[in-house]
């Protein structure tokens, strides 16, 4: 948790020894001395003291190593390899730096964005050599790099590295980290002198994860993966983890033991919540953490380094009170719509616009299958199953029917259930039990086998295998994401051993899993507003891939380098809860980027060495949808923050020409760092 300050040389990790250079002079650099003052410059040609290198940096737009500060660099080959180390809060692109400092006066003009773009990061005879000078706060280390995409030869590499290292007090430990795949095939090529780091490396060296900042305060728990299968922690505790669960009930905020994946589901429901999410290797055992155990106090992440700190509980009283979320008002169902409803018929053709239509169809069809009906708007550029939803309508009337809504009233009427977590949780199982015992409507059942095996037999289903699949009016909004809150279950018309009705039972029974309502309270939704429509496609029993992906580069929020976030995995094996020792295929997708470049955060251990899930001609299908998604929405959902939409897909064989094709399952608004 050190900050870096001072005129202090960090410590510096322990890597594999450059080559011998014992015959070699020693290495000479600046001598430690401060150069800038403390006033605001908007760039160095030398950095002599961290002080020097604090007045520049920021936070480097690549996020995925954490604790890092990064300062952006110009080696001006035009005039004799000038060395600009630029002002990265004033000037967070290098274009803008250039444009208004090294253009004119005697010197060449800078082009307009895109030619400066296509030239400076890709022609071997550029201009600039652009790249940027980073810390490693935990592993000490200072480096250079590149943009992952940079095509930059070894000898214009070294150029830079050289000027660098002659030009700031830490150059003799300076050393080249790759940030992609393609530039560590050119590290072959470096003189010997030119240290190299690997991404591999400064992981080894990184403790501490910061996956969703902010401040919170709470209760400190521990809790063992055992623990919360018997035990709801409260939402105003702070855990500690041992391990990663693939959900967890509201709480305060979260530290695990070991490091989380992005798109995990307590990562994506913290991010909905606003709420600090952390890993620390180690944590469990860490004996600060466990001296502040049962005590209330402040859990403090930044994007560089955390904090914790023992409140009173007076003073957490207050700032719970000052910061528990706004009420969220969610519509009351709309029983009108009675009908099973194709994709193409749930959103309204007549809509002045797609967040109108969104408006009225949630409240009848859900937030997932609203969305999905705006998927199939948007035609062959997203291909998708053929679906059809169940409304709303009818898990209303399936409750009066078997008279549950009288139970509902009755349990939350109960001040023990509204008191105590233990007490809500056997309510909660109790009524699940009577849903999944209830009678469904015999003429629904027969509507909805008599539409899968007629839509199979005349081609519009590949299978009457089917997924039913949760789709709430509670959830997949700005307000509320709702991942992993309900239940899907899959059931065949066609096999008396897998009824359908059992698989409606279901899903209508997750709309009271305990976590759910535990959400839905934190937020002050009103739970007899809610109700669950059901989005029906074929199953998917053997598929080749499986991912999510986010269509934004969510390790730049300030979206200065677009990139769309992968997350993939061969199969059906889990990506957001893989098990101990399983890697997924992690990618930074730069499609809109010349070349289109795809950088590999993370490789799947289930693929052999030196391959990938996907080919390159998938992964440009996948980016083309993704593309198709995120223009589809920035309407509804894009702002002025950060914005992407959370995708879920799968790649199948095409019943038709047995050819592997892509599915697009689903589209919601992505809440990103900080909620």
């Known amino acids: 948790m050190a900050v870096l300050v001072g005129c202090q040389t960090p410590g510096k990790v322990d ?20 150069l800038l003052g403390d006033q605001p410059t908007p760039f160095a040609v030398q950095l002599g003291c961290a002080d020097d290198f604090a007045l520049l940096a920021s936070d480097p737009l690549d996020a995925s190593i954490p604790g890092a500060r990064s300062a952006k660099t110009v080696v001006d080959r035009h005039d004799g390899n000038a060395l600009y180390i630029q002002n990265s809060r004033d000037y967070p692109i290098h274009y803008a730096f250039c444009a208004e400092h090294l253009s004119g006066d005697g010197l060449p003009l800078v082009a307009d964005l895109a030619t400066f773009n296509s030239v400076e990061y890709f022609d071997p005879n550029r201009r600039f050599i652009l790249g940027a000078v980073t810390f490693y706060e935990e592993p000490g280390v200072w480096v250079y790099e590149i943009s992952p995409y940079d095509t930059a030869s070894a000898e214009l590499i070294t150029t830079a590295y050289d000027q660098l290292k002659a030009n700031t007090w830490f150059g003799c430990d300076l050393y080249f980290h790759p940030t992609s795949e393609d530039i560590e095939a050119r590290v072959a090529d470096l003189p010997e002198h030119v240290q190299v780091i690997t991404t591999k490396e400064l992981f080894e060296g990184i403790t501490y994860q910061p996956l969703n900042p902010g401040t919170s305060m709470g209760l400190l728990s521990f809790y063992t993966d055992t623990d919360l299968h018997d035990h709801i922690p409260n939402f105003r505790e702070i855990v500690v983890l041992d391990a990663v669960p693939n959900d967890i009930s509201v709480v305060a905020g979260i530290i695990t033991n070991t490091f989380q994946t992005p798109l995990s589901h307590i990562n994506v429901l913290s991010q909905n919540r606003g709420t600090p999410n952390m890993a620390s290797i180690g944590a469990f055992d860490d ?20 904090s914790i700190r023992a409140v009173s509980r007076e003073e957490a009283d207050a700032w719970w009170d000052a910061h528990k979320p706004d009420p969220i008002e969610v519509d009351p169902m709309d029983l009108s719509v009675t009908a099973l409803t194709d994709e193409w018929d749930i959103l309204a053709p007549d809509a002045p616009d797609l967040t109108t239509a969104l408006e009225a169809a949630i409240p009848a069809f859900g937030g997932k299958a609203g969305h999905y009906g705006a998927l199939a708007s948007i035609g062959d550029a997203v291909p998708h199953p053929t679906a059809f939803a169940i409304p709303v309508y009818h898990y209303h009337k399936f409750m009066t029917d078997n008279g549950l ?22 309510h909660l199982a109790s009524l699940r039990a009577q849903i999944e015992a209830g009678t469904v409507d015999p003429t629904l059942v027969a509507d909805v086998q008599a539409k899968i095996v007629d839509g199979h037999a005349a081609g519009l289903y590949p299978q009457t295998r089917f997924r039913f699949r949760s789709s709430t009016n509670a959830e997949d909004t700005t307000g509320f994401n ?24 279901t899903v209508w029974a997750s709309v009271w899993s305990t976590r759910a309502f535990e959400e839905r309270s934190y937020f002050s939704i009103d739970h007899t507003h809610v ?39 061969v199969g059906e094996e889990s990506v957001v809860f893989p098990e101990d020792g399983v ?3 992690q990618i930074i997708y730069y499609y809109y980027t010349p070349g289109q470049p795809a950088v590999y955060i993370q490789h799947s251990s289930l693929v052999p060495a030196g391959e990938t899930v996907l080919s390159a001609r998938q992964l440009h299908a996948l980016g083309g949808a993704l593309d198709a998604v995120h223009t589809t929405f920035l309407p509804v959902y894009g702002s002025e923050d950060f914005y992407g939409m959370d995708t879920e897909f799968k790649f199948d064989q095409n019943p038709s020409t047995g050819e592997l094709q892509l599915y697009m399952k689903q589209a919601r608004p992505y809440p990103g760092w900080g909620g």
């Not at 004996?287 to 955390?306: K, S």
């Not at 992993?484 to 409606?504: M, N, R």
């Open 15 to 34: 890597v594999a020894d450059p080559a011998d250079t014992s015959t070699e002079p020693a290495c000479e650099t600046l001598p430690e001395a401060c």
């Open 482 to 505: 709702g991942a992993g809150l309900y239940a899907s279950k899959s059931g065949d018309p066609s096999d008396a051993s897998d009824p359908i009705d059992d698989a409606i039972k």
């Open 287 to 306: 004996d600060t953490l466990r001296a502040l155990e049962g005590q209330w106090v402040e859990l403090t992440v930044g994007t560089m380094d955390w």
């Open 583 to 585: 890697t997924t295929d």
């Open 531 to 569: 109700g669950m429509a059901i989005l029906c496609h074929r199953s998917f029993p053997d598929e080749d891939a499986n991912g999510v992906a986010i269509t934004a580069n969510i390790y730049d929020t300030a979206g200065i380098d677009p990139a769309f976030y992968i997350n993939v995995q």
């Open 405 to 426: 809504w009288t139970v509902v009233d009755d349990m939350l009427a109960d001040p023990d259930f509204q008191a105590d977590a233990a007490t809500r949780q056997d």
